[in-house]
């Protein structure tokens, strides 16, 4: 082996250089085998979800690390019982103390509740995380945890398998949209192996991270998740997360009553993501002490809290089983709807690492709980136990926190085994994303983004979009036709261009319709009719058309509900003088030009 070689192996470049010629060997192998297009990346997708079951189960191992050498090996070994049950206050502090240490000194975008920092990463970043995410937020997630933090590991394992996804697909050099998906497919895989979810899975990374479902997208992500879920089920177990006995809908009659539910829980929904970014606010705005003191103070005060209802530590999920159950006191279930959101606000606000599911989980069957059994005691003999309540409730805050029903009510079914409630389930979940939506337009996740980066939506930058406009984008070398040009002239022009869309102009240059493939397919059926036919008979009338001052997003938002890929753009509705057309594609290079520029003015 030469020194040349030698010195290129070892150095990063030539290892770079090494693996891309093996990649596009592997490529072209696969254009001779007439392998289907998205085989590569179904590979790569496959690939995320085996490193993301395993890194599901990693975590499991350190927070259950942290839990034994805190609460069993010192607590049992090292000190009285009166000393051990005091240092229980202490525990989350040190927690804490540590991921305040580890996130300031290597990586800030690891604290928190970590899927806001996945979505933005998909919206404002072209998919990119960084590698050593993956290992900062095990560390991280594991001391919150497993020091008693109220906190769940969904959040965690979220932000592990999509930076997992994001490494994968920079080793690969994929495109920026592959990019998005890998990400996605380690979101996916990631809450599908915590939850034992696959389905939920699936579902939470289209609905919340990428916002796209397309086939092309779909199908990876599916890849991922089952793969994830498989590993975890073979190292963790397959059992559904929480036992319960199988309610039913005692009469129909109870539906007003899931519907009040809905109702009230979009509102403690809504004060609960209040609540968390209140704190939040308090820790990073008018808190002025050093930042990886603060989640030592919120560990410190969660401590306390849980010194009195041990339930609340993130590592325990008895009462929530205890509330599906039917089992819960009245009386100490209104008192740990409160607690949790304190406990919850104080980890997470304070830069604690760490997931929401869990606590949303919680709160909702708490308040499930307390509904059915208030509701069990006005109705007798009409309604379900108190544990259907809960069950549904968990579904109801679920959903009006993060505004996802659909993901909300198959979490619920895959978690539980439980499928035949599902039209109070049904009911509570979408009437409580309506009220919350209405009191609040952002949700636990959004919120976070909108504070500390841009307002997105369905995986992209609303700032982008709403500050760009498209006068740079007007094109003139699409083909015009007039109200009174022949039929065939008007489909020599289709033959000859490339576009799908032709304005039509009156004698004054003034917009008056389009013609697109749509309107010329009918007709090349009837040709005794064609022949008469002119560009005014067919075109379309009432179209959306743009000012040169329109944003990106009222184009698209245009395209979409008009199903267009162009868009004639005039002088003024009022005037509809032709000045050129726009393109969609056109509009989503820009886009992504300005994310990818903001991207590298952000890191």
Same mark, same amino acid.
């Given at each position: 082996?030469?020194?040349?070689?030698?010195?290129?192996?070892?150095?990063?470049?030539?290892?770079?250089?090494?693996?891309?010629?093996?990649?596009?060997?592997?490529?072209?192998?696969?254009?001779?085998?007439?392998?289907?297009?998205?085989?590569?990346?179904?590979?790569?997708?496959?690939?995320?979800?085996?490193?993301? %079951?395993?890194? #599901?189960?990693?975590? +499991?191992?350190? !927070?259950? @690390? *942290?839990? /034994?050498?805190?609460?069993?090996?010192? =607590?049992?070994?090292?000190?009285?019982?009166?000393?051990?049950?005091?240092?229980?206050?202490?525990?989350?502090?040190?927690?804490?103390?540590?991921?305040?240490?580890?996130?300031?000194?290597?990586?800030?975008?690891?604290?928190?509740?970590?899927?806001?920092?996945?979505?933005?990463?998909?919206?404002?970043?072209?998919?990119?995380?960084?590698?050593?995410?993956?290992?900062?937020?095990?560390?991280?997630?594991?001391?919150?945890?497993?020091?008693?933090?109220?906190?769940?590991?969904?959040?965690?394992?979220?932000?592990?398998?999509?930076?997992?996804?994001?490494?994968?697909?920079?080793?690969?050099?994929?495109?920026?949209?592959?990019?998005?998906?890998?990400?996605?497919?380690?979101?996916? %895989?990631?809450? #599908?192996?915590?939850? +034992?979810?696959? !389905?939920? @899975? *699936?579902? /939470?990374?289209?609905?919340?991270?990428? =916002?796209?479902?397309?086939?092309?997208?779909?199908?990876?992500?599916?890849?991922?998740?089952?793969?994830?879920?498989?590993?975890?089920?073979?190292?963790?177990?397959?059992?559904?997360?929480?036992?319960?006995?199988?309610?039913?809908?005692?009469?129909?009659?109870?539906?007003?009553?899931?519907?009040?539910?809905?109702?009230?829980?979009?509102?403690?929904?809504?004060?609960?993501?209040?609540?968390?970014?209140?704190?939040?606010?308090?820790?990073?705005?008018?808190?002025?002490?050093?930042?990886?003191?603060?989640?030592?103070?919120?560990?410190?005060?969660?401590?306390?809290?849980?010194?009195?209802?041990?339930?609340?530590?993130?590592?325990?999920?008895?009462?929530?089983?205890?509330?599906?159950?039917?089992?819960?006191?009245?009386?100490?279930?209104? !008192?740990?709807? *409160?607690?949790?959101?304190?406990?919850?606000?104080?980890?997470?606000?304070?830069?604690?690492?760490?997931?929401?599911?869990?606590?949303?989980?919680?709160?909702?069957?708490?308040?499930?709980?307390?509904?059915?059994?208030?509701?069990?005691?006005?109705?007798?003999?009409?309604?379900?136990?108190?544990?259907?309540?809960?069950?549904?409730?968990?579904?109801?805050?679920?959903?009006?926190?993060?505004?996802?029903?659909?993901?909300?009510?198959?979490?619920?079914?895959?978690?539980?085994?439980?499928?035949?409630?599902?039209?109070?389930?049904?009911?509570?979940?979408?009437?409580?994303?309506?009220?919350?939506?209405?009191?609040?337009?952002?949700?636990?996740?959004?919120?976070?983004?909108?504070?500390?980066?841009?307002?997105?939506?369905?995986?992209?930058?609303?700032?982008?979009?709403?500050?760009?406009?498209?006068?740079?984008?007007?094109?003139?070398?699409?083909?015009?036709?007039?109200?009174?040009?022949?039929?065939?002239?008007?489909?020599?022009?289709?033959?000859?261009?490339?576009?799908?869309?032709?304005?039509?102009?009156?004698?004054?240059?003034?917009?008056?319709?389009?013609?697109?493939?749509?309107?010329?397919?009918?007709?090349?059926?009837?040709?005794?009719?064609?022949?008469?036919?002119?560009?005014?008979?067919?075109?379309?009338?009432?179209?959306?058309?743009?000012?040169?001052?329109?944003?990106?997003?009222?184009?698209?938002?245009?395209?979409?509900?008009?199903?267009?890929?162009?868009?004639?753009?005039?002088?003024?509705?009022?005037?509809?003088?032709?000045?050129?057309?726009?393109?969609?594609?056109?509009?989503?290079?820009?886009?992504?030009?300005?994310?990818?520029?903001?991207?590298?003015?952000?890191?």
């Amino acid at each position: 082996m030469t020194n040349y070689f030698k010195t290129n192996l070892t150095s990063k470049k030539g290892w770079q250089r090494i693996f891309r010629r093996w990649q596009i060997k592997s490529l072209r192998t696969l254009y001779k085998l007439n392998a289907p297009t998205d085989f590569y990346l179904l590979g790569l997708a496959a690939l995320v979800g085996v490193f993301t %079951g395993f890194g #599901a189960y990693l975590l +499991n191992i350190i !927070v259950d @690390g *942290v839990h /034994f050498v805190l609460f069993k090996h010192i =607590g049992l070994n090292l000190f009285t019982d009166q000393v051990s049950n005091w240092l229980r206050i202490l525990y989350p502090a040190i927690g804490g103390l540590m991921v305040g240490i580890i996130a300031f000194k290597f990586s800030p975008e690891v604290k928190g509740h970590g899927i806001p920092s996945v979505m933005d990463a998909v919206a404002n970043k072209g998919g990119y995380i960084r590698k050593r995410v993956t290992f900062l937020t095990s560390i991280n997630s594991g001391l919150t945890i497993g020091s008693g933090g109220s906190a769940g590991k969904e959040g965690p394992i979220v932000q592990i398998g999509a930076a997992i996804g994001s490494s994968i697909g920079q080793l690969f050099h994929v495109s920026q949209r592959r990019l998005k998906i890998l990400v996605g497919c380690g979101a996916a %895989g990631g809450l #599908a192996a915590v939850f +034992n979810a696959p !389905v939920a @899975g *699936v579902l /939470f990374a289209i609905e919340i991270i990428l =916002g796209d479902y397309s086939l092309g997208v779909f199908s990876p992500i599916v890849i991922s998740s089952v793969i994830s879920t498989t590993l975890a089920r073979s190292l963790v177990g397959s059992s559904p997360l929480f036992n319960v006995p199988q309610y039913t809908l005692q009469s129909p009659a109870e539906y007003p009553l899931y519907l009040l539910m809905g109702l009230m829980g979009g509102i403690l929904a809504v004060i609960f993501i209040k609540t968390l970014y209140g704190i939040e606010d308090l820790f990073e705005e008018k808190m002025d002490l050093p930042s990886w003191v603060k989640p030592a103070i919120g560990g410190l005060l969660t401590g306390v809290i849980a010194y009195k209802f041990p339930e609340l530590y993130g590592f325990d999920d008895s009462a929530t089983h205890t509330a599906l159950m039917g089992y819960t006191e009245i009386s100490i279930i209104a !008192v740990l709807i *409160v607690a949790k959101i304190l406990a919850t606000s104080f980890t997470l606000g304070s830069g604690g690492t760490g997931g929401l599911f869990t606590p949303s989980l919680f709160i909702g069957a708490m308040f499930g709980a307390l509904f059915g059994t208030i509701a069990n005691q006005v109705f007798p003999g009409v309604t379900a136990p108190p544990g259907a309540y809960a069950l549904v409730g968990m579904g109801v805050i679920v959903s009006g926190t993060i505004h996802a029903p659909l993901t909300a009510l198959l979490m619920i079914f895959e978690i539980t085994g439980d499928y035949n409630i599902i039209l109070p389930l049904m009911l509570g979940t979408v009437t409580s994303v309506i009220v919350a939506r209405a009191l609040e337009r952002e949700s636990i996740y959004t919120m976070k983004i909108s504070l500390f980066s841009h307002r997105t939506e369905a995986g992209k930058n609303l700032d982008i979009l709403r500050s760009h406009r498209i006068t740079s984008l007007i094109t003139n070398d699409v083909p015009v036709v007039y109200e009174y040009t022949p039929f065939e002239e008007v489909l020599n022009l289709f033959m000859k261009t490339h576009y799908n869309t032709i304005p039509v102009l009156d004698k004054n240059n003034r917009v008056v319709g389009t013609i697109s493939l749509r309107e010329i397919r009918p007709v090349l059926f009837d040709k005794d009719i064609a022949p008469l036919l002119l560009a005014i008979d067919i075109m379309s009338e009432n179209i959306f058309v743009l000012e040169q001052d329109s944003t990106l997003e009222e184009a698209l938002q245009k395209m979409e509900i008009d199903d267009s890929d162009l868009l004639p753009v005039v002088d003024s509705t009022q005037n509809m003088r032709y000045l050129g057309m726009v393109a969609r594609e056109d509009i989503w290079r820009k886009y992504s030009k300005e994310s990818l520029l903001l991207t590298d003015s952000r890191e």
